[in-house]
């Protein structure tokens, strides 16, 4: 397989074989680059979903079921778990990714659907389960602010989790539902060093661009959650408290972590990775993350993959719960009221 150069702003920086194309099919080969050439651009690519809720089967996650109005991510986050759902789409899960960006244009009218079912219960719904709903496509389609339109006209609640300043755009939606406890937000951010962030996710917002987005939201009346994720250790667990006072300061009222897990294509996208940038730790980062998993670097078991298991990962949990009791000691409750959305979708029930 080809590999590619150091290409600036890309966070994979090789195309695995697609395991569902064609014997002897390479899709680095689009990405053929002529001397001189640095730049990989995006391309868009209109799809015409059949369905945008999807139910989450998982019980490491908050939300029963989640919504995602673009597939592939341009934030390019070397690490992400959602890398492996792009060659379902015909693309590989590394460069392709993120430089291959699916858009459902018709997912607000599917989420409308949906929430008008007589099936439907109001059940909360995240945004982002998957991919950035914030990246920077949406500032041109506003695909995700038209779905929040329709959940806030029927009531229904729903959780937000960004890396993006963009997130802001939308301040006046989010207000009007946090104040009817329809919305919880999560901002994710797992260091404070902006130079590594830039190789890491090289086009996600800055650090201080997210701790401003912290505040904004929090000066606005809504509770902001900081998900630090993952913790990759070698890299930046030792980050932990001074990230967490950071967050604090900004006006974060909770906080939980992940650790790095490499399943599937992940796992060589990201030893590729270590090995252009960090190199001196690339032993010693892939060993650490196996640690976690049982001598695996990849990991599926529920209730345990989030967190792992082992001294290295007890040590870890306990530094980051000592932190939060010094940062953030007074946690606000975040539950939902999904009575609204009974209300409104049968507004005659009010009447008895």
Request: hydrophobic share 35%; charged share 25%; aromatic share 8%.
């Amino acid at each position: 397989m080809q590999q590619l150069p150091i290409i600036p702003g890309r966070g994979a920086q090789l195309n695995p074989q697609d395991p569902f194309a064609k014997v002897g099919s390479d899709t680095t080969d689009r990405y053929h680059m002529e001397e001189g050439e640095r730049e990989v651009r995006t391309r868009y690519v209109t799809t015409h979903a059949k369905t945008i809720v999807n139910k989450v089967d998982s019980p490491d996650v908050g939300m029963d079921y989640s919504m995602n109005p673009y597939q592939g991510c341009e934030h390019g986050c070397v690490y992400c778990y959602a890398r492996n759902t792009h060659p379902y789409w015909g693309f590989s899960a590394g460069l392709d990714f993120e430089a291959v960006i699916m858009v459902k244009k018709n997912a607000p009218a599917l989420l409308h659907k949906r929430l008008v079912s007589k099936k439907w219960d109001g059940s909360p719904i995240m945004m982002s389960g998957n991919t950035d709903c914030y990246q920077p496509v949406e500032r041109k389609l506003q695909l995700t602010r038209r779905m929040l339109e329709v959940m806030e006209r029927f009531g229904n609640p729903v959780g937000v989790v960004t890396k993006s300043q963009l997130i802001l755009r939308d301040l006046d939606i989010l207000k009007r539902m946090s104040e009817k406890r329809l919305l919880r937000v999560a901002i994710s951010l797992n260091t404070l060093d902006d130079g590594f962030r830039r190789m890491l996710e090289p086009r996600a917002a800055s650090v201080q661009k997210r701790l401003k987005t912290i505040r904004a939201l929090t000066d606005a009346g809504i509770s902001v959650h900081v998900l630090a994720a993952p913790i990759i250790p070698g890299l930046n667990d030792h980050e932990i408290f001074d990230l967490l006072q950071a967050v604090g300061e900004a006006g974060a009222q909770g906080a939980s972590y992940i650790v790095a897990r490499l399943n599937g294509d992940v796992a060589q996208i990201f030893e590729d990775w270590l090995e252009k940038y960090h190199p001196d730790r690339k032993n010693k980062v892939m060993g650490r993350i196996a640690d976690f998993h049982g001598g695996q670097v990849n990991d599926s078991r529920f209730k345990v993959r989030m967190k792992g298991e082992g001294k290295f990962a007890e040590s870890l949990n306990d530094q980051f719960h000592l932190a939060v009791q010094k940062f953030l000691p007074e946690p606000v409750p975040r539950d939902f009221d999904r009575s609204l959305y009974r209300q409104l979708k049968h507004p005659q029930l009010s009447l008895f």
